[in-house]
């Protein structure tokens, strides 16, 4: 059963500052994604990242796959109120037709001013 | 906007009570998903309907059921609810056509409280 492991899970930081998150996952996989969730509403896509050593930025978010350690990383940086929000990574099984999302945990980022 | 809409938005019903969920997927997508989002359980995925088909079920209970129609929208019928039942409930659709094949595409979701 493939598990994914999202570390911290809450997360405090000044604005200015740079942090990263960790997902861990437990078994083979070819994809990974990151969402993003604010309070009450729906799940927004971040990033897809499809191989190794793949490495993604959007603004102050870079995201990066090692499949060989089966970790991804969502660096943040020089962080902004604006992006306090909750951060997800989902890993794919797939198979037989078959496609399905495992999430982690999620990271609560609250960025302060 | 994801393009994939949710009805309702809000649903309040009462214990032993059944439910329907509506999602209508992006244009052109053939695959939906259900997922139910608690705050002891997290994310978790419930079900895949491809082109009217089921392809993959994940922790969904035996109380749970859905379909796709023809004109590729589903539904996810919820019966003999529980309190345990109150819950986001996301859809989410994909399409092997585009360049990001098989990404997710999360509708707004339906909050149901069971009372």
């Known amino acids: 059963e493939l598990k994914v492991e999202q570390n911290p899970l809450f997360l405090s930081m000044q604005e200015g500052k740079n942090y990263t998150i960790y997902c861990n996952y437990s078994?083979?996989?070819?994809?990974l994604y990151w969402y993003r969730q604010d309070p009450g509403k729906s799940l927004e896509s971040l990033f897809v990242?499809?191989?190794?050593?793949a490495v993604k930025q959007e603004g102050r978010l870079m995201a990066s796959l090692d499949t060989k350690a089966r970790l991804s990383t969502l660096h943040i940086t020089a962080a902004v109120h604006d992006l306090s929000a909750t951060y997800f990574c989902?890993?794919?099984?797939?198979?037989?037709?078959?496609?399905?999302?495992?999430f982690g945990k999620g990271t609560k980022l609250s960025v302060i001013p | 906007d994801s393009g994939v809409t949710q009805t309702p938005k809000h649903l309040i019903t009462a214990t032993g009570q059944r439910v329907t969920l509506r999602c209508s997927p992006r244009?052109?997508?053939?695959?939906v998903y259900w997922y139910q989002q608690s705050l002891d359980q997290g994310l978790q995925f419930l079900i895949q309907y491809y082109n009217g088909e089921e392809r993959a079920k994940g922790n969904i209970l035996e109380r749970f059921s859905a379909q796709q129609f023809p004109d590729l929208h589903s539904e996810l019928n919820l019966s003999s609810l529980e309190l345990g039942d109150s819950a986001l409930y996301f859809c989410?659709?994909?399409?092997?056509?585009?360049?990001?094949?098989?990404?997710?595409?999360f509708g707004p979701g339906t909050r149901l409280t069971v009372t």
């Open positions: 990242l499809l191989s190794n050593g």
């Open positions: 989410a659709s994909s399409s092997s056509q585009s360049l990001r094949v098989y990404e997710q595409y």
């Open positions: 989902a890993v794919v099984s797939s198979g037989a037709g078959s496609y399905q999302l495992t």
């Open positions: 244009s052109g997508d053939l695959s």
């Open positions: 078994t083979t996989s070819d994809r």
